[in-house]
C-alpha cells in the first residue's frame, strides 16, 4: 500500500481520507479499540455494535489483557494475544488500522500493543470514529465475515517498562519519564480517578498531558508542533523516554508522537501510576517537575 495523502504513514498515523481509498484492500484489517475509563458511563463494545467503519473488529482492551493482574488492561501473554488475533482474523501480511470513539485516545494503546508483539504494518486513525463521521462517510453495524489468520509475534521488550526498571530510571536519570496525565494530577492537586492512589508524579518526570499534542477535532499535531511541545515541557529528547499516564493508555499518544517525530527510543510504563501510585515503598513528588 503507497501512501496517496501527504503526512499519511501506514506505521503510525493514518488520515481519514487514506482509511477511505484503502478500505475495501483485501490486506486491510480495521480495529474499533473504543475504551472509556472509570466514570464515563459509554459502553465501547455497545456503540460498536450499534456503528462502525465498514470492516472494523472490535478489540477489547480490557480482555485481550492479562487476566492474573490486579493492574488494569496491562499486557496480555503472548499466546492469549496470538490467540485472540487468530480468532479476530488479524494476522501476517495484514495492515492494520486502530481508530476509537474519542478520536485519538485508547486506539493508540493498541498501536504501541502490536508494535510490542513485534508488528510494524499499524496505524492509528487520525481523528478516529467521530471525524470519519463528520465526514459523512459510511457507516455500519453488521460484524465482518471472519477468517482465522496465524501471527507472528516477535515480543519487543524494549518498548515496555516495570516498575523496577522505572524506578532505576528516576534515580539515575538514564532515561527522561514524560507523564501524559493531565498537569493538575501530575501535580497532586487533583484526586485520582481510582481510590486509594496516591496523587502526584514519579520523582524526576516532566509533565506533557497528552491533550496538548493534539488539535481541536482530536487529530495529531505535525512532528514540529509535538517536539515544540516536549522541548517546552523541559524534556531532554536526546535521552531514552519512558512515557507513562494513569493506566498505560494515553502514555501510548506521547509514544505514537515520539515515533512520529523520529525519536527511536522510547518505552512505555505498562502499570503507570495504577501501579505507582498504590506501591507505599516508591517515592511520590507533587508541584511542578
Known amino acids: ?49 450499534a456503528a462502525h467503519i465498514p ?28 490467540s485472540r488475533m487468530r480468532a479476530m482474523g488479524v494476522g501476517d501480511g495484514h495492515q492494520i488500522v486502530v481508530y476509537d470513539s474519542a478520536g485519538l485516545f485508547s486506539a493508540a494503546r493498541v498501536w504501541w ?16 470514529f ?14 465482518p465475515v471472519i477468517r482465522d489468520r496465524h501471527m507472528t509475534v516477535r515480543f519487543q521488550n524494549h518498548l515496555v517498562r516495570d516498575v523496577t526498571q522505572v524506578s532505576s530510571a528516576s534515580k539515575l536519570g538514564t532515561s527522561q519519564i514524560v507523564d501524559a496525565r493531565a498537569a493538575a494530577r501530575f501535580r497532586g492537586e487533583a484526586p485520582e480517578p481510582r481510590e486509594g492512589l496516591r496523587s502526584g508524579h514519579i520523582p524526576g518526570a516532566r509533565s506533557v498531558p497528552y491533550t496538548e499534542l493534539l488539535n481541536a477535532d482530536a487529530t495529531m499535531k505535525s512532528p514540529d508542533q ?17 512515557t507513562t499516564c494513569g493506566s498505560g493508555v ?24 495504577t501501579e505507582w501510585g498504590m506501591f507505599p515503598t516508591v517515592p511520590v513528588a507533587t508541584g511542578d517537575a
Open 250 to 273: 494515553t502514555a501510548a499518544i506521547l509514544a505514537l508522537a515520539l515515533e512520529r517525530m523520529g525519536h527511536d527510543s522510547w518505552s512505555l510504563y505498562d502499570g503507570s501510576w
Open 113 to 128: 500493543l502490536f508494535r510490542l508483539m513485534g508488528q510494524m504494518n499499524i496505524a492509528v486513525l487520525d481523528g478516529g
Open 1 to 49: 500500500m503507497a501512501d496517496t495523502v501527504l503526512g499519511d504513514d501506514p506505521r503510525t498515523l493514518v488520515s481519514t481520507d487514506w482509511l477511505a481509498q484503502h478500505l475495501k484492500d483485501p490486506d486491510l484489517r480495521l480495529l474499533d479499540a473504543s475504551l472509556f475509563l472509570p466514570g464515563i458511563d459509554r459502553n465501547g463494545r455497545a456503540e460498536y455494535d
Open 226 to 242: 509535538t517536539r515544540a511541545i516536549f522541548k517546552a515541557a523541559g524534556v531532554d529528547l536526546k535521552k531514552p523516554i519512558i
Open 130 to 143: 467521530p471525524k470519519w463521521q463528520a465526514e459523512g462517510r459510511e457507516i455500519e453495524d453488521m460484524p
Open 55 to 82: 470492516g472494523a473488529r472490535f478489540f477489547d482492551i480490557d480482555d485481550i489483557s492479562d487476566g492474573r493482574s490486579d493492574l488494569p488492561h496491562m499486557v496480555p501473554p503472548v499466546e492469549k494475544f496470538m
